[in-house]
Nanobody
């Protein structure tokens, strides 16, 4: 199973970016896909999560600015980020709660994509 993110980059304060995540391989079940971020010197934090049925959940710091979407059945998730702030800078990683024919459900991670918001 592979999880691959794309779409990071450098943007000015107030700008927008859209991140994409795709999970592939011998996937039997996918219960949720999530976006995390880790700023320099800080712990990784959950940004947004989408469950089956497209129900989303957000960190308070991004509510109203970020929107998670996707299709769990197709193992894809997107994070539309608007009105970006320097505090949003960090490495954004995608994870998926995946089970296969050979493994129980576990969280699989991508390599991460850098988002930098300049002031």
């Amino acid at each position: 199973v592979q999880v691959v993110e794309s779409g990071g980059g450098l943007v000015q304060t107030g700008g927008s970016l859209r991140l994409s995540c795709v999970a592939s391989g011998d996937i039997l079940t996918n219960d949720a896909m999530s976006w995390y971020r880790q700023a320099p010197g800080k712990q990784r934090e959950l940004v947004a999560r989408i469950f089956s049925g497209s129900i989303g959940d957000y960190a308070d710091s991004v509510k109203g600015r970020f929107t998670i979407s996707g299709d769990i059945g197709k193992n894809t998730a997107f994070l539309q980020m608007s009105n970006l702030k320097p505090a949003d800078t960090g490495v954004y990683s995608c994870s998926a709660l995946i089970g296969t024919l050979d493994t129980y459900i576990s969280e699989r991670w991508g390599q991460g994509t850098q988002v930098t918001v300049s002031s």
